[in-house]
């Protein structure tokens, strides 16, 4: 078997299951890092298909950029968890 489908097989895995845990978390802050987590495995599974490219754009955009602006966007949020 060839080591490039086993990374690419185990990283989809760690994508597909931090991207569960992105949609079904409650706590924004989490939901976030799960999502950057699940960035982060698909811009290696890019990487290991020969698409550097790509990866030079994806990476800072959706490891960057998209989680900084979530973050600031719940910062503005008033958080109601404390009520019923």
């Not at 299951?17 to 811009?43: D, G, N, P, W």
């Amino acid at each position: 078997m060839d080591i490039t489908v086993l990374f690419l097989a185990i990283m989809g895995t760690i994508g597909l299951v931090f991207a569960y845990f992105a949609v079904t978390e409650r706590a924004l802050v989490k939901a976030i890092i799960y999502s950057a987590v699940q960035s982060m495995a698909f811009a290696v599974m890019l990487y290991l298909l020969r698409a550097p490219d790509i990866v030079l754009v994806y990476i800072p955009v959706s490891v960057g950029l998209y989680p900084a602006a979530l973050f600031f966007l719940v910062g503005k949020t008033e958080s109601e968890e404390g009520e019923p």
